[in-house]
């Protein structure tokens, strides 16, 4: 069984987060979950071991407390931390990449996905579907001077879809996988549990 | 707080849409219907008549008592203490509105705009409840018996023989749209600003139109009954307003501890050539625009449904599915799920307002058709349904639905917003889906509102 760990899901007034915490709590029942808004204060006092950020409307600047939670917490502490569309771009954005408006927005449509069979995309099929709902993205051309490095790319379009840090513990997908239209959501999460968190 | 004692009678008789209609309007009932050509089954006409407990936004009344209260919790405090599984009839029907969205979100989110004419909430518990399954003279009443006195009624009149309702060649006088053509263009173009900016995937702008009518509301139920297949439909009669909805959309509905919920989005009108409608069936079933849309709302019902339903038992059942009316056809998916709560108030606090008439991300989205709409929307886009002694209960979206007050008359088009649409296209939408309430109340001509309407 899994040891108990600490979810803490920050919350960017979206609509999809509960998707986001049934899809992660069908992968580990047996985590303890807390839901949290992105301005509640409370995030400073809950004592967590993992932080998903969820998608939501706006820029990655527009995300409440989450920069600053960085700077305190999730740096210092290393907590391993996955982000979902805004959370991708929040990461993006903290490292200095640029965020700009996506070379085609797409809002309920499911694309393939290009990766490198490694990290959470381990043992998932190349071209796999996802669904995306965004219509900024990180620049691609950008990432290689930060900190940041890719995992996937949308086919036949140069648009990151997966990142991760070169050294600490932070993940982001651009795609969604808590939607009904995506494959393999379960195992991406899954993957990213069992290198970061350790079981 | 009350127990209600509960007295069922079978019967078998034909019930008059005429002598329902009056009923209705006399004993301040309320009369959830679908209309014939739909088959019977699944179902059912429900009738409440002399409503003996009223709740609205603030205060539950009963008896000439009025006593402030909170309207979910009292519901719930009833439906703790009348419970019954073996009761498949309704204990409540009523609505929420759209505008009831400020109650269930934190404050401070939205700007709180309201419509004055009808409460933002408003339940009743009735004398009477008649349910009779479609198609069909095999008839439930049921009688509520109270433990205080009230004001009793007689119900022979609704199975004598049918009253005439004397249809008119009568008008409705155009007074404003909430939005001129120029304005719900401009707005249509800003909301696809907000997408780009990457504020919200998708958003439904309304525009409301006003009028006066010399039609009695009785006529316009009954004209509006026959203009169309109504599923979802709704003649309800509060505090002397009316309320007439002609629905093709299911909210959500509870049986047996699972919730359904079933959105719609994408309408073709049916031509009488049945190779183009199996071509424009096939456009529709493929077309990129209704599908992204309707997937945006799918995942937005996940979610909401999620908040209340056990860990990995929420699924799409259906999607996409074509329902067939009888002048459009529809696309529309089903999502399923077992609820971890049967508390009123967690259900209306996660679902509350519905996806497919506010936006996504829902909270931005609502809060962008508040700047850009400028008014509350009334009971309009809310909630019209009933909850069962047994805690069943089934739930439609007000969309097609006419107000009217005092010879004022007033309805709501509109549609969703997303990258893909063209400003001028949705305006014309609006009219097009407005065609049966246009017709139904004979409004008279205003150029930017019928031109399109020309076959």
Redesign the interface.
């Known amino acids: 069984m899994n040891a108990n760990k600490k979810i803490l899901i920050f919350d960017n007034?979206?609509?999809?987060?509960?998707?986001l915490?049934?899809l992660i709590?069908?992968v580990r029942?047996n985590y303890t979950y807390q839901i949290l808004?992105n301005n509640n204060k409370q995030i400073f006092i809950y004592d967590f071991d993992v932080l998903i950020i969820s998608?939501?409307?706006?820029?990655p600047d527009k995300t409440g407390l989450l920069k600053d939670l960085f700077i305190k917490k999730i740096i210092p502490d290393k907590i391993p931390t996955l982000g979902i569309c805004?959370g991708l771009q929040f990461l993006g954005y903290f490292y200095n990449t640029l965020v700009t408006?996506s070379k085609q927005?797409?809002?309920?449509?499911a694309v393939n996905i290009n990766h490198f069979n490694k990290n959470i995309f381990d043992k998932i099929p190349n071209n796999f579907k996802a669904?995306r709902?965004?219509?900024?993205e990180i620049d691609i051309n950008n990432i290689n001077k930060t900190e940041l490095e890719i995992l996937a790319t949308e086919q036949n379009q140069n648009s990151v879809m997966a990142l991760k840090h070169k050294t600490l513990p932070f993940v982001g997908l651009q795609f969604?996988p808590?939607?009904?239209?995506t494959q393999y959501g379960d195992i991406i999460i899954n993957n990213f549990f069992k290198i970061y968190v350790g079981n | 707080m009350w127990e209600i004692n509960t007295e069922i009678k079978q019967i078998n008789t034909k019930i008059y849409l005429e002598n329902i209609l009056t009923a209705v309007d006399k004993y301040n009932g309320v009369f959830l219907f679908t209309t014939d050509d739909f088959e019977s089954g699944n179902h059912k006409n429900i009738i409440g008549l002399n409503p003996i407990i009223n709740i609205n936004n603030s205060a539950i009344s009963y008896s000439n008592k009025s006593l402030s209260a909170n309207p979910l919790q009292i519901i719930d405090d009833i439906i703790n203490l009348n419970k019954d599984d073996k009761l498949n009839f309704p204990l409540l029907i009523g609505y929420l509105s759209y505008d009831y969205k400020n109650e269930v979100e934190?404050k401070g989110l939205y700007k709180n705009l309201k419509s004055d004419i009808f409460p933002d909430l408003y339940f009743s518990i009735y004398e009477y409840y008649i349910i009779i399954p479609n198609n069909s003279e095999n008839i439930k009443i049921v009688q509520l018996h109270f433990p205080f006195s009230h004001k009793k009624i007689d119900l022979n009149p609704l199975f004598k023989t049918k009253i005439k309702i004397n249809i008119q060649n009568k008008v409705t006088s155009y007074i404003s749209s909430s939005l001129s053509k120029n304005e719900f263009i401009k707005n249509v173009n800003q909301i696809k600003n907000y997408?780009?900016?990457?504020?919200?995937?998708?958003a439904n702008l309304t525009r409301e139109i006003t009028g006066k009518t010399e039609y009695s509301p009785i006529e316009i139920a009954y004209k509006l009954y026959h203009s169309n297949s109504i599923e979802f439909g709704v003649f309800a009669k509060i505090e002397n307003k009316y309320l007439i909805s002609t629905s093709p959309e299911r909210f959500f509905k509870i049986s047996n501890n699972k919730i359904t919920t079933s959105p719609i989005k994408g309408t073709i009108f049916k031509s009488k050539n049945d190779d183009v409608n199996k071509k424009n069936i096939n456009e529709l079933l493929n077309s990129?625009k209704e599908?992204?849309?309707?997937?945006?709302i799918?995942?937005?019902l996940?979610?909401?449904i999620?908040?209340i339903c056990t860990?990995?038992s929420?699924n799409?059942i259906k999607?996409p599915e074509i329902k067939e009316l009888i002048n459009v056809y529809h696309l529309y998916s089903d999502i399923e799920g077992q609820l971890s709560t049967k508390k009123f108030k967690d259900i209306v606090k996660a679902l509350f307002p519905g996806?497919s008439i506010s936006g996504?991300?829902?909270?931005?989205a609502c809060q962008i058709i508040e700047e850009l709409e400028k008014q509350g929307r009334g009971p309009y886009t809310g909630s019209y349904g009933y909850i069962n002694f047994n805690q069943d209960m089934d739930f439609n979206i007000l969309i097609r639905t006419l107000f009217y007050h005092n010879k004022n008359i007033s309805f709501n088009v509109g549609g969703g917003i997303?990258?893909l649409s063209n400003a001028v296209d949705e305006y014309e939408e609006t009219i097009f889906k407005a065609k049966n309430i246009y017709s139904a109340i004979n409004m008279e001509q205003i150029y930017d509102e019928t031109y399109c309407l020309k076959d």
């Open positions: 007034y979206d609509s999809f987060t509960y998707n915490y049934n709590k069908s029942p808004r998608p939501g409307p706006m820029t805004l408006k927005a797409k809002h309920g449509i669904a709902y965004n219509s900024l969604h808590e939607s009904f239209l | 934190e997408i780009k900016k990457g504020d919200i995937y998708q990129k599908l992204a849309e309707l997937s945006m799918v995942d937005l996940r979610n909401d999620n908040k860990t990995n929420v799409v999607f996806g996504c991300p829902k909270i931005r997303t990258l």
